[in-house]
């Protein structure tokens, strides 16, 4: 049985992206389980920038890649990626559960008016209609790839939508009028064109894993931002850890492999909520500018902080990780004095483990360990190459996790990575 999930340690855009797509390079199929296009992924191949928001990063390499039940589907993003892979000149070879739900242009204007009206207190979410998709999803009044496909039940149920969610936008003070409409004709069409994409996944993947074959789970977000576990409310709406392939799939927790996590060598994140770590201004903007950190889906720029390695070894409890993939080493070259966090002060206690309560959590303190900064020769090509300092670092965050760092990504290019 070969099956490797790839799952992001922190709050997202970690660089799982890239992660994915190397790893991609071995396996016979590239599957999502969780979230929609609030993800966005960069990879560059052959001096190529490839984006993602939805597929799967295999599609670059010419992969089967499958939409899990437990992602939440944007029809017109769905298209539009499909349309821009095939004009340049790649093969899309997709297949979409029929059981995965879909978003519509109300789950947008609502999650638009839902996170103006909650300001700073809500996530700060990125407006794709995530939170009201999966929120319909549950209130099981959710509209799913199968009834997207036939016309019939298609028209009736967008119909539906438009007058149970006319009534909601009564709740708020601002009124979406101009873009509030009724959207059906859309969805018939965007129904016809991805039809031939349905997929019973749960059986492709099961079969698959039988068979031998290896098949590669890419999660969209970071554990931080986990329904359950993350930092709720500043969280998305779906379970962003290895434990939601088994749900968002259809897949026994037996039939899971390999769980690498993918962290960033600091701490990144958009929207709001607790951050211990954060950066004051000026440190901030040198490592955002440095490491080009604004959100691939919103262009908001990212808030950044030094490594929090208290989250990271809870993240790596969530998810039982076995290997570490850690990313961005090249954008901390340079800098003299490095720090990671290894606990937190609160209230004048120590804390050595994540605290359960956000509302403890925005009160810690961090308690940091500091390293002597690292400079980054081109061409490295071997762990032992590195500079001693960065080999100082890498070596501490595995003992700390005590998890082995297994790949190490020195840039944003495929082969700007390295094997431990
Ligand atoms: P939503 O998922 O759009 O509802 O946003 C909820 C929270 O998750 C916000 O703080 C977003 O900025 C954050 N978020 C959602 N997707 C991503 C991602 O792919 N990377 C980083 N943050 C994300």
């Given amino acids: 049985m070969s099956s490797t999930v790839v799952v992001g340690l922190q709050w997202g855009d970690e660089g799982k992206g890239k992660i994915a797509d190397y790893l991609a390079a071995s396996a016979d199929l590239v ?22 928001h939805l597929l799967p990063c295999g599609v670059i ?21 499909i349309d ?17 739900h879909i978003i519509t242009p109300y789950h947008r204007i609502l999650d638009k008016l839902e ?3 909650q300001g700073k207190r809500g996530a700060g979410s990125t407006r794709s209609g ?15 790839f199968e009834d997207l496909i036939n016309k019939y039940l298609i028209k009736k149920k967008m119909e539906f939508a438009y007058k149970r969610v006319k009534k909601l936008l009564s709740l708020y003070p601002i009124k979406e009028t101009s873009e509030f409409k009724d959207f059906s004709k859309e969805y018939i069409e965007y129904g016809t064109k991805l039809k031939k994409y349905g997929s019973d996944v749960s059986a492709e993947v099961n079969e698959a894993i039988d068979n031998g074959k290896s098949v590669l789970f890419e999660a969209a977000q970071g554990a931080l931002l986990d329904i ?9 709406s779906s379970s962003v850890i290895a434990g939601g392939v088994c749900t968002g799939v259809g897949l026994s927790p037996k039939k899971i492999g390999k769980i690498i996590g993918v962290v960033k060598a600091y701490t990144s994140r958009v929207g709001n909520g607790p951050l211990p770590t954060e950066l004051p201004k000026k440190q901030a903007n040198y490592i955002r ?7 691939t889906t919103t262009g908001r720029p990212r808030r950044i902080g030094w490594l929090d390695l208290v989250a990271v070894k809870y993240a790596c409890r969530l998810n039982g990780v076995d290997e570490i993939a850690l990313t961005k080493i090249d954008t901390l070259s340079g800098i003299h004095k490095i720090k990671a966090c290894i606990a937190y002060e609160y209230k004048g206690k120590t804390l050595t483990s994540y605290p359960s309560q ?26 032992e190459q590195l500079d001693s300092n960065c080999k100082e670092y890498i070596n501490f965050i595995s003992d700390f996790c005590q998890v082995p760092v297994s790949i190490i990504s020195l840039g944003p290019r495929r082969e700007e990575t390295i094997k431990a």
């Fill in 31 to 52: 599957v999502r389980f969780n979230g929609g296009n609030n993800a966005g992924h960069t990879v560059i191949v052959d001096n190529k920038t490839y984006r993602f």
């Fill in 61 to 81: 390499s010419g992969k089967r890649v499958l939409i899990g039940s437990g992602v939440v589907l944007d029809p017109s993003v769905t298209l539009s990626e």
């Fill in 84 to 100: 821009s892979l095939k004009s340049l000149g790649i093969q899309v070879n997709l297949g979409i559960d029929y059981k995965t």
């Fill in 115 to 117: 996170d103006s009206v």
């Fill in 130 to 144: 995530i939170a009201p998709a999966y929120a319909d999803k549950y209130a099981r009044v959710g509209i799913r």
């Fill in 228 to 236: 359950d576990h993350g930092v709720y409310p500043f969280c998305t």
């Fill in 289 to 295: 500018n440095k490491g080009s950190e604004y959100g």
């Fill in 358 to 383: 956000p509302s403890i959590l925005s009160q810690c303190v961090p308690i940091y360990k500091e390293f002597s900064g690292w400079g980054l020769n081109q061409g490295i090509k071997s762990f």
